[in-house]
């Protein structure tokens, strides 16, 4: 029985196959069953996947008459024998790592799925999915729907590996003749499972055809696809009114006006008199079942759209979208007694009367809401340097003095800011905004500076943290936001206040856009390191910078020297911690009463450790480096990335994004000993990666 069982439907996808089941025969864990089902295609797809069955025993095909997606996974599903499912679209591809990632979270959980992160796949290459943005910003472990709002937008089966025994327990099955089935499947499984995994990294593909051929979710405007959406969502309705309370079911109704039927409702322009009359009807009667609140906490455009819907005014409706479509809904607000309103269509029109609520800007919109950009993160002159550009979004900074910004470092649980000395500027370039509406923001720049010494507590120092806000006043409009957004992904990282032995200052970026300042006073920095010994006597001796030039020797070791202040009582050690399975080893730390240290790691030794039991397809080997106690090691950033060989063995120091030290071994691969023969242009080879059925694509 194979660990995880794929099943892959197909129909006339002769273009994208080979490259989708190329990736699914390279991925890192190799112990998979692929159950590919034709789904009665008419090209030469079919022909593919049987050449791939050929060369590689993994993969299996099986034949049916056309009957849709839903149906043809359903009939891989009784075939498929492993302890894990997946589900990939033949026209998509897999990062190499994407079941490893996931396969790794239920390890370590034991949740029901994994679910990862999805990008877009275009000619132009790989962008993030923006209706799963923000599911999955940052990694969650064993976590769940009912805590984790955002997921309810995340409704594909295909970018999830799931437990068999999950799946069979629930007799999960797809529905058939249908499009969009995976939604009356997928979200009812969310709540159905006791925990999910988030994985942020992308472990999915989907492919957005640009040939001409729509795929399912291309297909918005067709009569079938929106009858379908309407029944998957009433689906996912009726399971919340029989199995939730009516938190969960309005969290979701929530989710439908903002993502299901605003997919279709934005369409109505480019539909016929039918389409326009079913989206209506249908549409007012999930309102009528929903919470009366359903749209309050829309944009206001999108308020009014609904208001049109509920009052079944279609010309007025046509007008908006229109109105909306050329860019009318960017225009700045219109301030009416100290209150913003949207200046739509149909404002202050006395035969509609539709109330100024409808259009108004309040606390809850985004349209009012703090977009804080972070551009710059660094140590200069012994104080944090932090750059950006923040405004309120309908307001916008189109004179000096138009708003008043602030970067304030608050400590958690205390709401006494600590405030940066700060500088407005100008922006040299418009930033790129994709919001409703477009002001000035000229001069939303700004720049702050910190100085650390003002993070003693009392004069002295104190192991504490920071977080950073942005403050933003425009008029009587006050807001505060602790994310900010990221546009260059160098700047997630951590840096450290250089120079100090006296404590450890380090100000981290997370990938959600936290920005956090730690304050240690127990730490331990690596300044030097040097190979000693161990290089294998059929390999060139080994030159490191810094280091004599060294030629084969008996006992190959990792010599590492710096300083520690890890406090007068501390029994001080170093501890290598393997990420795959958290197995520990210990090494003592002699110090001098400077705090400098030397420590001699037995590369050998380690090697076996490291390799004993190590888990399944896993030829590199990662340990994080701390101290005892759980105090942080610092790598000198003139270290990060030293690299050596020892044996049939590539090791490297590196600096992780989180600031700390980790020590990495990877097998060297074997060099070839003779040229190897050509493949046949048209036959895949036995691993399943047939070099004449690779399509290429710019930008991948």
Known sequence: MARISVVVPIYDVERYLAECLQSLAGQTVDDLEVVLVDDGST????????????????????????????????AGLETASGEYLAFLDSDDVLPADAYERLLGALERTGSDFATGNVQRLTSEGCRQAPFLAKAFARTRLATHVRRFEPLLADRTAWNKLWRRSFWDAHGLRFPEGRLHEDIPVVLPAHFMASSVDVVSTPVYHYRVREDGAASITQRRGELRALGDRLAAVEDVHAYLARHEGGRQRRRYERSVVAGDLRYHLDLLPDTGSEYRSLFLDRANAFLAAAHPGVCDRLPAIDRLKWHLVRRRLLPELLEVLRFQREGGARTPPLRVRGRYYGDFPFRDDPRLRIPRSVGRLGRRDQELALTAHLEDLRFEEAKLRVGGHAYVNALGARAPGSQRVAIAAVRPGRWRPLSMRFAAQRLRIAPVRRGDLDPDVSWSGFRAALDPAALRGGGAWADQRWELFAYVRTGRVRRRRARFAIEDPALVRTVELPGSDEVLVRAAVTADGAVSVDVRTRWLRIEHHRVAGGVSSAEPALELEGVARLGPAAAPALELEGVARLGPAAEPALELTRTSDRLTLTFPLAHGRDGAFRLRLPLGGLRVAAHEARPEGHEAVEWDLRATGGHPVVLAAELDGAAWRSGDRDMSLVR?????????????????????????????????????????????
């Open 43 to 74: 090209d030469a797809s079919a022909a593919i996947a049987e050449r791939f069955c050929r060369h590689d025993a993994r993969f299996r095909l099986l034949r049916q008459p056309n009957g849709g997606l839903g149906r043809a996974r359903n």
């Open 656 to 700: 992780t994004p989180a600031g700390g030290a980790r020590l990495l071994e990877r097998r060297l691969a074997p060099a070839p000993t003779a040229a190897p023969e050509p493949a046949a242009a048209a036959e895949p080879s036995r691993a399943g990666s047939p070099p004449a059925l690779t399509s290429a694509r710019s930008g991948r």
